[in-house]
């Protein structure tokens, strides 16, 4: 496990020197050793990357978040105060920058429809040829079109809705974490799942 491996790692030292514990690392990155907090990042940078990963399904976007996180966790490192696993301090930093990129992607997204609607006050989504399956019964859905349609049905969510849903269905976390990370209650997380689940199957409901 990766946090076995944090265990072993010994920094500024000889080769015989005690290996740092985690948290050992995390002082150590307090006091400004470079070192200690390139491990701390080795040790998390996939667990992030795949979070990121999961909530943008954005690889550019992904990166961008990635990089995003690690930089507010170096410069909020002194925040940090062991009451909770860093971890969990991690993933809540992380959530929240990836928040932050569905709210703003979903207001440029509003702004985008607006200014594309036609001159009868028609939005082009309205006009457009039904392309569903059920529309065509010899087109089948292919792996690629069902995974098209499955991103169409997330990118309508809300982003709060996004999150919580990825969240419990990709990291497999509890809704009273997920409340905590992004800041609402574990009843709110729990509404946001059954509006989000509620979406997603009459946006899926014609998929067999």
Known sequence: MELVKAQSIGIG?????????????????????????????RLYDRSVLRVTMNLLRSPEDARDAYQEAFLKVY???????????FHTWL?????????????????????????????????????ASDGRPES???????????????????EALSPNERVVFELRHYEGMRLRAIGEMIGISEEAAKNSLFRATRKMRDALEDVR
Not at 14 to 32: G, K, M, T, V
Not at 75 to 85: E, G, K, P, Y
Not at 118 to 127: A, C, F, H, I, K
Request: negative net charge; contains cysteine.
């Open 91 to 127: 993933y809540r930093i992380a959530t929240n920058v990836c928040l932050d990129y569905l709210r703003r992607k979903n207001v440029r997204k509003e702004h985008a429809v607006d200014d594309r609607d036609d001159e009868r006050g028609l939005n082009p989504l309205q006009t």
């Open 13 to 41: 030292g000889p080769p015989d020197a005690p290996p740092l514990s985690e948290a050992a690392l995390i002082r150590a990155a307090q006091n400004n050793d470079s070192e200690a907090f390139e491990q701390l990042v």
């Open 75 to 85: 410069r909020r490192l002194d925040s940090f105060r062991f009451d909770c696993s």
């Open 136 to 154: 065509d019964p010899d087109r089948s859905l292919t792996g690629r079109e069902l995974g098209g349609r499955i991103e169409q049905a997330l």
